[in-house]
């Protein structure tokens, strides 16, 4: 599986948490859904980080006005 993008990554994890929050789950289906929204929760963070590098990138190399 290739890696998802932030929006891919978060429309899952909001689906993951709405599913929790709904319950009547196993708690193996509970704990499975846990792992994978952690997973997706990092995944959208190491988005969030890259995009943040980059803007931090493009203000330093602007030149001083």
């Known amino acids: ?9 978060r429309g899952e994890l909001v689906t993951v948490v709405e599913k929790l929050e709904q319950g009547g789950t196993s ?6 859904l846990w792992e994978r929204g952690e997973k997706l ?5 190491k988005w969030l980080d890259g995009a943040r590098d980059r ?6 190399a602007r030149p001083d006005s």
């Open 1 to 9: 599986m290739s890696e998802l993008s932030y929006e891919q990554a």
């Open 55 to 60: 803007i931090e990138a493009a203000r330093a």
């Open 27 to 32: 708690l193996e289906e509970a704990l499975a």
């Open 41 to 45: 929760a990092d995944i959208c963070q």
